[in-house]
């Protein structure tokens, strides 16, 4: 009988392994992916407004304080009309995707740490 307990423990163990395995690669894949996905974003619209010449206008902000107060919402207005909006909400969603993402691995790394721990000190037993 004890044969039989330690061929379905093992089995139960080997399961485990796999499924928890598979959780935290394809958890640190969707991180990594979505970081760098909104580092893209954010690459492609410096580079879009840098082609723009859009960041141009903030020059004004190296002026006086008049002129900068005259000046402020015309400015805004200018730049949020020759923003790429697609990129920058693409760019946000992805960004805050990725966050919470990190913050979920991070709330229950104590969970997978222990599960991990315990897998770990299975197959070394056996």
Same mark, same amino acid.
């Given at each position: 009988?004890k044969k039989f307990?330690?061929?379905?423990l093992k089995?139960?163990?080997?399961?485990?392994t796999?499924?928890t395995l +598979?959780? =935290?690669i394809l958890?640190l894949l %969707?991180?990594v992916?979505f970081?760098?996905? $909104?580092?893209? @974003?954010?690459?492609?619209i &410096?580079?879009k407004l &840098?082609?723009?010449?859009? +960041?141009d *206008? !903030?020059?004004?902000?190296?002026e006086d +304080?008049?002129?900068i107060?005259e000046? !402020? @919402?015309?400015v805004i $207005?200018i730049?949020?009309?020759e923003a790429?909006?697609i990129e920058? +909400?693409l %760019?946000i969603c992805?960004?805050?995707?990725?966050i919470? *993402?990190? =913050?979920n691995?991070?709330?229950n790394? %104590?969970?997978?740490? /222990?599960?991990?721990?315990? &897998? &770990?000190r299975? @197959?070394?037993n /056996?």
């Amino acid at each position: 009988m004890k044969k039989f307990e330690k061929k379905i423990l093992k089995g139960i163990y080997t399961f485990e392994t796999k499924q928890t395995l +598979l959780q =935290l690669i394809l958890r640190l894949l %969707a991180i990594v992916s979505f970081s760098l996905g $909104g580092v893209m @974003w954010i690459y492609i619209i &410096i580079q879009k407004l &840098i082609y723009q010449e859009t +960041l141009d *206008l !903030f020059e004004i902000f190296k002026e006086d +304080l008049l002129i900068i107060r005259e000046n !402020f @919402w015309e400015v805004i $207005g200018i730049f949020s009309e020759e923003a790429p909006v697609i990129e920058i +909400l693409l %760019a946000i969603c992805t960004v805050i995707l990725s966050i919470f *993402l990190i =913050l979920n691995f991070i709330q229950n790394f %104590a969970k997978v740490k /222990h599960k991990l721990d315990s &897998i &770990i000190r299975f @197959w070394l037993n /056996h």
